[in-house]
Nanobody, 115 residues
Framework: QVQLVESGGGLVQPGGSLRLSCVAS????????GAWYRQAPGTERELVAS???????VYADSVKGRFTISRDNARNLLYLQMNSLKPEDTAVYYC?????????WGKGTLVTVSS
């Protein structure tokens, strides 16, 4: 069982930045990559960004050019750097990783973009 724990959420003004972190209990990100999803109230969970073990990152159109996904293999960390934040980015952000048929999720961290 892989444990994923997100951190870094909070309240930020429009145009501001946040960096989310997700720490894994083992090296799942190194071998399998990882992803960030988000879910706003009343909406379905959506993919924000993903990064494979050996392939380039993929981003939702709504965050291209503003968000960057990266990982630190040595520390089992997955990051999401979020710049130029907009009110519509407000959501709970979840870290996810897959190993075989199993998909693992963190409990999420809340990001609120508001003035």
């Amino acid at each position: 069982q892989v444990q994923l724990v997100e951190s870094g959420g909070g309240l930020v003004q429009p145009g501001g930045s946040l960096r989310l972190s997700c720490v894994a209990s083992d090296r799942i990100f190194s071998f399998n990559g990882g992803a960030w999803y988000r879910q706003a109230p009343g909406t379905e969970r959506e993919l924000v960004a993903s990064i494979g073990a050996t392939i380039s990152a993929v981003y939702a159109d709504s965050v291209k050019g503003r968000f960057t996904i990266s990982r630190d293999n040595a520390r089992n960390l997955l990051y999401l750097q979020m710049n130029s934040l907009k009110p519509e980015d407000t959501a709970v952000y979840y870290c996810s990783a897959r190993r075989g048929a199993m998909e693992y999720w963190g409990k999420g961290t809340l990001v609120t973009v508001s003035s």
